[in-house]
């Protein structure tokens, strides 16, 4: 059984997007917290494109929780920080790919700018089993 599900009451309204409003985890025995993954590829390299970069930090991401033996279904919550003036949809579309239809709690916050220039998002999660 996995120690996560969707809290869906029905009083509220449904998600504005494609995750959940909330994730309870109960009897996890292994959590993964992450700090912001950033969009530096293996190589050292960040690309310029908004989609490019996501999908490394997603790779990023994917690489953390295959070394402590996790899956994205582990994923309980989703923190994005993206600077302004971006489509937005394409970067929804690779995290709903990375997570293979998982949903997880998700917040998506503008920030006027990241640690770097160049980086244009970074993503934080955390995992549980």
């Given at each position: 059984m996995h120690p996560s599900r969707p809290v869906k009451p029905a009083s509220i309204s449904a998600p504005a997007a494609n995750y959940a409003h909330a994730i309870c985890t109960e009897n996890a025995s292994v959590?993964?917290?992450t700090s912001g993954v950033v969009p530096i590829d293996p190589q050292g390299s960040v690309p310029t494109?908004?989609?490019a970069q996501a999908e490394?930090?997603?790779a990023n991401i994917s690489a953390l929780l295959?070394?402590?033996?996790m899956v994205p279904a582990?994923?309980?919550?989703?923190t994005t920080y993206v600077t302004p003036g971006h489509d937005l949809g394409p970067v929804?579309?690779?995290?709903d790919r990375a997570l293979e239809g998982h949903l997880a709690a998700?917040?998506?916050?503008?920030?006027?700018?990241?640690?770097r220039p160049e980086w244009l998002m970074e993503i934080a999660v955390v995992a549980a089993r």
């Open positions: 959590w993964l917290h494109d908004l989609v490394v930090i997603w295959d070394d402590v033996d582990h994923v309980v919550s989703i929804m579309q690779v995290r998700s917040t998506l916050v503008v920030v006027p700018e990241l640690a």
